[in-house]
């Protein structure tokens, strides 16, 4: 159990984590989502003793980290991938590491195989790529099979079998009963890692509640609505009739309309009077990720000035020239976002499972909330093989973890 | 408590796994060898055209530990990269979560390096002296004779001071950059200007380095040096551990 009270760091003038107070509990896989530059990583540095807060203080199992008897053994923490020192191996690295928690020598290589870097270890670091440092950060990490994880951005740089592989992992060590706090700019990712989110935004607390609550209380529904590609002005003509019914339209990457704020058969109804055919009428719940662009926007809205404000009275329906503006902080996604779109539209790597595929799904715009329910069940289908539990029999996938993209880890981290 | 034990251990894995360990000793022995050896080899050829004041006071044991003042250069990367590495790579982050005591932390890391080092500069000094006496031929000193097992005995004593103190220094600077930037120059250039120049000599002869050489030479080289040659070591001692409370302090009070 991780616990903040009153968490407070300012480096001068500037505050970058404000009064934060939360628990992360055993058992679950937590989710600690913010943008860039939002606190996450200082408030990690804090919980691990390494930044002295500035007010309040951060516990795990009751105590400050500094004072934990064989901290190393209870508390693990993947914080930056890329701190190790490029001219050491894999394999020395954890040594060192392994060595100064007074673990045994052995682990150092149970711990390679699981993160699968077991080829490489005897390779300098300094040639590995994002995704290999990450899992080298992972298996340093887990090198003490401690209870409490805390993991920084652990998916950055990871392919998308390497994300499904972390995801796999995260629910595996929460099942075992373990504390697992994950942070993670990417809403998306969290929405099927986690099961509860604490959300901060310019390190204040914007939101601490399961991620089914989450979705309840910010998705919103909406209608997806396409004229004939082949006539713009069909499109011109529906835009201009759902307007006048008090409708709020944002184009789609791929020529749709995103209208929110009137029934379909409204929709239907006036686009038949105003003689416009339609390729497309279908209903869609607002992603997680617009409910977190517009969360950690009021943030950055907060305390600025009064230009941004209007930004925020237009972001909620979306119009069509500010609805992706304003939002203060990078693309989730990893490209820039397009106006008004969703990040459904986008290339996305986590398409097999995501939630927010672009292709309609009445009823499934949103991860189910039960989505972490099989987890904290038992055994995590297509999990590795791992070194803190008899692996668990085969049981059928669920239907948001295609069974195609799980089978290569099993070899990779045997 | 961590165990002192482990992280002596740990300590010892992260310095013989990386290269620059190897090349930076490998070049002090080196250079103090072989520059030793050369000066040891002209000063033989020169000593006849000597004005005899110079041959009187001619100093055959710190001759041959004339190539110490760049092989210390190396001593200094050393010691420098030893600690910097674990800033400039973030590895510190780590190593602190792993061990929550900073004190126990940075003293077994030093420990380790400076007992490398030790043996090292030991086994160096021993080497340059017996190669620079072989090249002075009739000119040479024996280990026998008075003051010189201290000088050369001092000689490793010296290069590890030398070390030790970087180290601390670049715990209070955490750069590499900057901790070299700032040790190089001065060692290389500013402290012998000092120490040369008629008018600072009298506070360039309290440097670490000018004092601490005291501790390698039979012969003072001048003769109103207000230290003998354990002042001088110890003036160079105080200095190192000046350096070492402000970067334990640093450490202790810093955000890792």
């Given at each position: 159990?991780?616990?903040?009270?009153?968490?407070?760091?300012?480096?001068?003038?500037?505050?970058?984590v404000h009064?934060?107070?939360?628990?992360v509990?055993?058992?679950?896989?937590?989710?600690?989502?913010?943008?860039?530059g939002?606190?996450?990583s200082?408030t990690?540095?804090m919980?691990?003793?390494?930044?002295?807060?500035?007010?309040?203080h951060?516990?795990i199992?009751?105590?400050?980290?500094?004072?934990?008897?064989?901290?190393p053994?209870?508390?693990?923490?993947?914080?930056?991938?890329?701190?190790?020192?490029?001219?050491?191996?894999?394999r020395?690295?954890?040594?060192?590491?392994?060595?100064?928690?007074?673990?045994?020598?052995?682990?150092?290589d149970?711990?390679?195989?699981?993160?699968?870097?077991?080829?490489?270890?005897?390779?300098?670091s300094?040639?590995?790529?994002l995704?290999?440092?990450?899992?080298l950060?992972?298996?340093?990490?887990?090198?003490?099979?401690?209870q409490?994880?805390?993991?920084?951005?652990?998916v950055?740089?990871?392919?998308?079998?390497?994300?499904?592989?972390?995801?796999?992992l995260?629910?595996?060590?929460?099942?075992e009963?373990?504390?697992?706090?994950?942070?993670?700019?990417?809403?998306?990712?969290m929405?099927?890692?986690?099961?509860?989110?604490?959300?901060?935004?310019?390190?204040q607390?914007?939101?601490?509640?399961?991620?089914k609550?989450?979705?309840?209380a910010?998705?919103?529904?909406?209608?997806?609505v396409r004229?004939?590609?082949?006539?713009?002005?069909?499109?011109?003509?529906?835009?201009?009739?759902?307007?006048a019914?008090?409708?709020?339209?944002?184009?789609?990457?791929?020529g749709?309309?995103?209208?929110?704020?009137?029934?379909?058969?409204?929709?239907?109804?006036?686009?038949?009077?105003?003689?416009?055919?339609?390729?497309?009428?279908?209903?869609?719940?607002?992603?997680?990720?617009?409910?977190?662009?517009?969360?950690?926007?009021?943030?950055?809205?907060?305390?600025?000035?009064?230009?941004?404000?209007?930004?925020?009275?237009?972001?909620?329906g979306?119009?069509?020239?500010?609805?992706?503006a304003?939002?203060?902080?990078?693309?989730?996604?990893?490209?820039?976002?397009?106006?008004?779109?969703?990040?459904?539209?986008?290339?996305?790597?986590?398409?097999?499972?995501?939630?927010?595929?672009?292709?309609?799904a009445?009823?499934q715009?949103?991860?189910?909330?039960?989505?972490?329910?099989?987890?904290?069940?038992?055994?995590v289908?297509?999990?590795?093989?791992?070194?803190?539990?008899?692996?668990p029999?085969a049981?059928p996938?669920?239907?948001?973890?295609?069974?195609?993209l799980?089978?290569?880890?099993?070899?990779e981290?045997? | 408590?961590a165990?002192?034990?482990?992280v002596?251990?740990?300590?010892?894995?992260?310095?013989?796994?990386?290269?620059?360990?190897?090349?930076?000793?490998?070049?002090?022995v080196?250079?103090t060898?072989?520059?030793?050896?050369?000066?040891?080899?002209?000063?033989a050829?020169?000593?006849r055209?000597?004005?005899?004041r110079?041959?009187?006071?001619?100093?055959?044991?710190?001759?041959s530990?004339?190539?110490?003042?760049?092989?210390q250069?190396?001593?200094?990367?050393f010691?420098?990269?030893?600690?910097?590495?674990?800033?400039?790579?973030?590895?510190?982050?780590?190593?602190?979560?792993?061990?929550?005591q900073?004190?126990?932390f940075?003293?077994?890391?030093?420990a380790?390096?400076?007992?490398?080092?030790?043996?090292?500069?030991?086994?160096?000094?021993f080497?340059?002296?017996?190669?620079?006496q072989?090249?002075?031929?009739?000119h040479?000193?024996?280990?026998?004779?008075p003051?010189?097992?201290?000088?050369?005995?001092?000689?490793?004593?010296y290069?590890?001071?030398?070390?030790?103190?970087?180290m601390?220094v670049?715990?209070?600077?955490?750069s590499?950059?900057?901790s070299?930037?700032?040790?190089?120059?001065?060692?290389?250039?500013?402290?012998?200007?000092?120490?040369?120049?008629?008018?600072?000599?009298?506070?360039?002869?309290?440097?670490?380095?000018?004092?601490g050489?005291?501790?390698?030479?039979v012969?003072?080289?001048?003769?109103?040096?207000?230290?003998?040659?354990w002042?001088?070591?110890?003036?160079m001692?105080?200095?190192?551990?000046a350096?070492?409370v402000?970067?334990?302090?640093?450490l202790?009070r810093?955000?890792?």
């Amino acid at each position: 159990m991780i616990e903040a009270v009153g968490l407070t760091k300012r480096y001068g003038a500037k505050t970058a984590v404000h009064n934060l107070s939360f628990q992360v509990r055993p058992g679950t896989v937590t989710g600690f989502l913010g943008p860039n530059g939002s606190g996450k990583s200082t408030t990690m540095r804090m919980i691990l003793g390494l930044d002295t807060p500035t007010s309040g203080h951060a516990t795990i199992g009751g105590r400050p980290f500094r004072q934990l008897p064989n901290a190393p053994r209870q508390v693990g923490a993947l914080l930056d991938a890329k701190a190790v020192h490029g001219g050491r191996s894999a394999r020395a690295h954890l040594l060192s590491l392994a060595q100064l928690s007074g673990i045994p020598a052995r682990r150092v290589d149970e711990v390679l195989g699981v993160v699968g870097l077991q080829e490489v270890a005897g390779r300098r670091s300094k040639g590995f790529s994002l995704g290999m440092g990450q899992r080298l950060g992972i298996a340093a990490a887990l090198l003490g099979d401690p209870q409490v994880l805390l993991f920084d951005e652990p998916v950055n740089g990871l392919d998308p079998e390497g994300i499904l592989w972390v995801r796999n992992l995260m629910k595996q060590l929460a099942a075992e009963g373990r504390t697992v706090f994950v942070s993670s700019h990417l809403m998306s990712e969290m929405a099927l890692t986690a099961e509860h989110l604490i959300v901060i935004g310019r390190g204040q607390l914007m939101a601490d509640m399961p991620v089914k609550d989450f979705i309840s209380a910010n998705s919103a529904d909406f209608a997806r609505v396409r004229t004939p590609d082949t006539e713009p002005e069909q499109r011109e003509k529906l835009t201009a009739a759902l307007g006048a019914a008090g409708a709020q339209i944002a184009p789609e990457q791929d020529g749709a309309l995103r209208v929110s704020g009137l029934p379909l058969p409204r929709i239907s109804d006036l686009a038949h009077e105003a003689g416009v055919r339609l390729w497309e009428l279908s209903p869609h719940q607002a992603s997680l990720e617009e409910a977190y662009m517009r969360l950690t926007q009021g943030a950055v809205d907060y305390r600025s000035t009064s230009d941004a404000r209007a930004g925020l009275q237009q972001a909620p329906g979306g119009h069509p020239q500010q609805f992706a503006a304003p939002h203060g902080f990078p693309p989730a996604q990893g490209g820039p976002v397009p106006q008004g779109a969703m990040p459904g539209a986008q290339p996305n790597p986590y398409a097999p499972q995501g939630p927010y595929a672009p292709q309609p799904a009445p009823g499934q715009g949103y991860p189910p909330p039960a989505q972490g329910a099989p987890v904290a069940q038992g055994p995590v289908p297509g999990a590795q093989p791992n070194p803190y539990a008899p692996q668990p029999p085969a049981a059928p996938m669920p239907p948001s973890a295609p069974a195609d993209l799980s089978a290569p880890h099993h070899e990779e981290a045997r | 408590m961590a165990a002192v034990g482990q992280v002596l251990r740990s300590e010892w894995t992260k310095i013989r796994s990386v290269r620059s360990t190897v090349w930076t000793l490998g070049i002090a022995v080196v250079v103090t060898v072989g520059l030793g050896m050369l000066i040891c080899a002209l000063a033989a050829n020169d000593f006849r055209t000597m004005p005899a004041r110079d041959r009187l006071t001619f100093d055959a044991t710190n001759v041959s530990f004339a190539g110490m003042g760049l092989g210390q250069l190396a001593m200094i990367v050393f010691g420098v990269l030893v600690v910097s590495n674990e800033y400039s790579t973030g590895m510190i982050r780590s190593s602190l979560a792993a061990v929550p005591q900073r004190g126990t932390f940075l003293f077994c890391k030093l420990a380790v390096a400076t007992a490398l080092v030790f043996l090292v500069g030991l086994a160096t000094s021993f080497v340059a002296f017996f190669a620079g006496q072989a090249m002075l031929g009739d000119h040479r000193a024996y280990l026998g004779d008075p003051g010189v097992l201290r000088a050369v005995f001092g000689g490793g004593l010296y290069m590890t001071m030398i070390a030790l103190f970087s180290m601390a220094v670049a715990t209070m600077l955490r750069s590499p950059m900057l901790s070299l930037g700032i040790l190089m120059p001065f060692f290389f250039l500013v402290s012998n200007i000092l120490g040369n120049v008629s008018a600072t000599r009298k506070i360039g002869r309290y440097l670490p380095d000018q004092a601490g050489q005291r501790v390698m030479q039979v012969i003072p080289r001048a003769a109103d040096v207000p230290y003998g040659p354990w002042g001088g070591f110890g003036i160079m001692a105080a200095w190192t551990a000046a350096a070492l409370v402000c970067g334990y302090v640093l450490l202790k009070r810093r955000d890792a």
